[in-house]
């Protein structure tokens, strides 16, 4: 299949926007995952006694600022793969 | 327009300058983050004075790891590649996209682990007496934040290295295609590396400023460090596999 030069600047600004996309959407994750992390670590060292409850309770809220860079995942893929 | 060698060279002293500097503003301020620290600590702690110095420094020479990688990234920009016509401007998106990647990749893990050093500086001016354990948990984080640098650095090569010539009979569309995919590889790992090297040294400045507070808690603290940096890195992982797809699978 050979594009044709407009297809080709479709698809080009499309792998584009998935490499920002990834990019810019792996920023919030990591800041916010990192964040949570270190105040589980604060908590920890505080109060060891309650250490479960507070490891879940970063896995939970872990997995709940993931849900953002999964959505950036999915549409960069979509991007690279669907148009 | 014609190519010539000159777009080639073009890209990759445009890729070489924006690697080196991006990558030394922020090398710098978590050089300077760690120097402040330390300077702080034995101002409140003048007996332990040779310890936080020595931390310090090897705190400073960790967090300029991510300057290093940039560094070598330009020099390889400039003096190591191979300039010939046919490379054509696959080789020159190539070399900007791998200028990008390393120049923005080591925002996030220059400031993570400055501020991984300074708060075990910090911590040792408190607690002296477990000054060691401190010094170790400091670069056991610094390590992790740098990993997201290395996938930047891995990327570069791979876009400095691995990139075919430019086929002699492409035709105009498949032409942009490929080249603005290998510049969307470089901008997407080079920002997703940003906010995990950032979160993953705040985990461990955290970790080690409780290991100065409470150092009974050891073993609780780092298996914490550990499990939230390893959550925090999936992020920069996404990142490193779209920017493979986008340099091989298209």
Known sequence: ?83 | MAFTIEQIQIAAYLGAGLCVGIGAVTTGIGSGIIAGEGARAIVKQPKANEQIFRTMLIGQAAAQTAGIFALVISMLLIYGRSDSIEGGWFKAAAYLAAGIAMGFGSVGPSLGAGYSGGQACKSIARMPKHGNAIMGNMLIGQALSQTSAIFALVVSFLLLYSIPNQPVDISLGKLIVKTVALLGAGLCIGFGTLGPGMGIGFVAGKANDMMGRFPDEKSNIMRTMFLGSAVSESTAIYSLVISFLLIFAL
């Open chain 1, 1 to 83: 299949m050979d594009l044709t030069l407009a297809q080709g600047i479709v698809k080009a600004s499309a792998l584009l926007g998935a490499g920002l996309c990834m990019g810019m959407g792996a920023l919030g994750p990591g800041v916010g995952e990192g964040f949570v992390a270190g105040k589980a670590c604060e908590g920890i060292a505080r109060s060891p006694e309650n250490a479960s409850l507070i490891t879940r309770t970063m896995l939970v809220g872990q997995a709940v600022s993931e849900s953002t860079g999964i959505y950036s995942l999915v549409i960069a893929l979509l991007l690279i793969f669907s148009t």
